[in-house]
């Protein structure tokens, strides 16, 4: 062998005293630092060490460095290994200690201690030469047929495991590659050998004994690999990766460490998992991506943080729904009486939903469409959704829109980003845990837009029927079939969906209630909701329907009913105070006194209930007799009336006009307010108005200022130029609320014509509709959301665009019954209906001059 070639390492070397492990030449070892020797040794010499020699250290082992800095050295073995630190990485936790990372160079033997403290240092002599390993041929001619046959056993060890596992492979290649020599040593530390085991190798310092040494042992983990191999011949090739992975432990049956029993629980549940995997229903291609992973997961060790993300995205993968569905159960006829059982009113709602249901009967796979109830917040749209689940017998699932403004919201993350998962359609699935549920996508025209991509778009593949069935959620990367789930969407408005898509879905309007379906409503549902929920019953709380009626037109404003069922809510909540005390009351009145009591209910109980809500200190009235809510009672509880009739009030002066206006939340009427001043024809908007009601307002003075001369309409100087010399103010009230929309056109011809006229405008009719230069009326939407606001208020009359009468259809009989509609087509027929004697062309009167 060349000597030339040779390393020396120096000739004096401090002494790191291991007790756990062999280090071997050519090995590497991670070794925990704590004892005070070995920690000063770190310190000065290999923290502070400036040059390659510094990183040299002997390694002895099989001695315990005792804990305390005075205590003697104990003995020490005398043939070590010199090492390289290639890592030191310090910690404070549990203790102080230092991890160390080291590998092996050759073999010495300590001649004499020069020093024991604050660490041993030790002249060496070195007995290992290390070779650049160039030249294997002649260690084969040294060492002859022992060399040779040991490299046999080593190649037919190694090809025993998995070759396609890289480390294998490369262990293959190191094989022919090292010199023989040492091999012994690498190979020794890389199957499984005890402690003594590896002493003994340690101190065999002639190659020859080394290698008569180790041939027994590499003997030892073949047989033991063979004997493995046939326990588990039937499961081919998978296993043969388990052992590959882990051959030393099981092929010894030594005593394992707590540690070692960890990670064999750990390995046990990736076997579970793949196994889980394989008896999934998944589809083939999630099956592939799968077992890719696992082999990932099983080559990758635990502490890297790629393995608990591919650890979840694999328990994700198995608890996902592939194939399971729940089995739809319908019937047309129970569904209807479901239907009806759950919601009052709302009849084109169920009718189309029974639709629906009924193609779906007749045929099972119906592809789309897929039906968004659009409507004012309270209305059922989510309850509706909820039956239908529950008529289908199927899982429901709510997935809230509103403010989702990231794509990956709908689409997961891609697992490449730290804390990625999927997205909520996905996350819904694993929820519910069938593939069939009834997903509710609550709030679609809420969804939002920002840099990180459009969740509507995202949304489009999700509900197109044609796409859906092979969903890909960028957290799966594979395709997902959602083409079973049923899909419901609900919005406030269509407004703000996006075309694309709106263009998807079916859309069912549910418009506000009228005043008696909602006191129906409360009385069928909230009310009997509200009392389980509060443990009362309804002996113990009685709202009369007036009351009802009172809370509905004086403390909400409402399309829906939520605000109702809130305050309902409040009246129990009041009302359970007051019979948890009284239970406490042992006070309790005989039979015939309660029944009397009953019996004039509505009068005695009026007065009683009245100071009983109002004053907490009386407490004479017995549990049994139920509490009456009365509209002091009402006063009580909830407080001073919110909303008072007020147009009346509001329309005692020329200039003032009310509108109907419609909103994501329902009807609503509108003032519209118009005073002028001296100026110079000054058009003044205020009220936060959109771009199409500014045009509008030009619009009407334009029409007015062309038609003064027809209705003898002059400013304050007696001209019919009604911008000379005037400035106009025109205000919509509740001025912090945008609006827009073209349909406030006629309130503002008609708020200026009393302007101008100086004649009010009838107190109890309100109009809404377009209007065109040319004096015509156009129509608008959400009739029937404006009428039922007009109803709301307590108007009478409604000036309604004639081509808009077609839609009077839809509003419930008594709400039109209890209204007029003026049908206009153009804006002479408005304003005869809005002011009382008509407004026809009239000779000059002295009272048009009259000044505001
Ligand atoms: P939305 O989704 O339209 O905002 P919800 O479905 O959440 O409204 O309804 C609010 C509450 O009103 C629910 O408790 C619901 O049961 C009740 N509700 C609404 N409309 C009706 C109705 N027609 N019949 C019975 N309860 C109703």
Redesign the pocket.
Known sequence: MAAGSAIQIPSRLPLLLTHEGVLLPGSTMRTSVDSPRNMQLVRSRLLKGTSLRSTIIGVIPNTSDPTSDCDDLPSLHRIGTAALAVQVVGSNWPKPHYTLLVTGLCRFQILQLLKEKPYPVAEVEQLDRLEQFTNQHKSEEELGELSEQFYKYAVQLVEMLDMSVPAVAKLRRLLDNLPREALPDILTSIIRTSNREKLQILDAVSLEERFKMTIPLLVRQIEGLKLLQKTRKPKQDDDKRVVAIRPNRRINHLPSTAEDEEEEEDHDDVVILEKKIRTSSMSEQALKVCLKEIKRLKKMPQSMPEYALTRNYLELMVELPWNKSTKDRLEIRAARILLDN?????EKLKKRVLEYLAVRQLKNNLKGPILCFV?P???????VGRSIAKTLGREFHRIALGGVCDQSDIRGHRRTYVGSMPGRIINGLKTVGVNNPVFLLDEVDKLGKSLQGDPAAALLEVLDPEQNHSFTDHYLNVAFDLSQVLFIA?ANTTATIPPALLDRMEIIQVPGYTQEEKIE?AHR?LIPKQLEQHGLTPQQLQIPQVTTLDIIARYTREA???SL?RKLGAICRAVAVKVAEGQHKETKPDRAEVDEGEDCKEHVTEDAKTESISDTADLALPPEMPILIDFHALKDILGPPMYEMEVSERLSQPGVAIGLAWTPLGGEIMFVEASRMDGEGQLTLTGQLGEVMKESAHLAISWLRSNAKRYQLTNASGSFDLLDNTDIHLHFPAGAVTKDGPSAGVTIVTCLASLFSGRLVCSDVAMTGEITLRGLVLPVGGIKDKVLAAHRAGLKRIIIPQRNEKDLEEIAANVRQELTFVPASCLDEVLNAAFDGGFAVKPRAERLNSKL
């Not at 759950?342 to 709302?346: C, F």
């Not at 917040?377 to 309850?383: A, D, E, L, N, Q």
């Open positions: 759950d919601h009052y009113a709302m409507g917040p309270g209305v059922g749209k989510t309850s609900t409503i549902h829906g009913v939520r069922d």
